[in-house]
Nanobody
Framework: QVHLVESGGGLVQVGGSLRLSCAAS????????MGWFRQAPGKERVFVSGISRSAGRTRYSDSVKGRFTLSRDNAQNTMYLEMNTLRPEDTANYYCAAKTIYYSDANVYTGAEEYENWGQGTQVTVSS
């Protein structure tokens, strides 16, 4: 089972940028489709962005499209979320997630229930 550790969160002003990382260990990283979700206080965990196992496909929620960029480095077992033009509504705890893919699959998965491995989260706070 893969172990996921997020990093890169912090406090940033409106319009600023952050880069989140998700480091994986204990599994074969290239066999996982990956995703980022976020959860604000009192709200449900929601999809932010996802990437296929080969990095051939990415998908973004409408709220972050054009501002966030997702990538992965299978050689480094790491996924990155570049977040630009941050807004107060981006404030949340950000979680990375991994879904085991047992066959050749270029899909991106957007449902939290589809992922079986989760990190502990990293807090992002955007101040105005």
């Amino acid at each position: 089972q893969v172990h996921l550790v997020e990093s890169g969160g912090g406090l940033v002003q409106v319009g600023g940028s952050l880069r989140l990382s998700c480091a994986a260990s204990g599994g074969t990283f290239s066999t996982y489709a990956m995703g980022w979700f976020r959860q604000a206080p009192g709200k449900e965990r929601v999809f932010v962005s996802g990437i296929s196992r080969s990095a051939g496909r990415t998908r973004y929620s409408d709220s972050v499209k054009g501002r966030f960029t997702l990538s992965r480095d299978n050689a480094q077992n790491t996924m990155y979320l570049e977040m630009n033009t941050l807004r107060p509504e981006d404030t949340a705890n950000y979680y990375c997630a991994a879904k085991t893919i047992y066959y050749s699959d270029a899909n991106v998965y957007t449902g939290a229930e589809e992922y079986e491995n989760w990190g502990q989260g990293t807090q992002v706070t955007v101040s105005s």
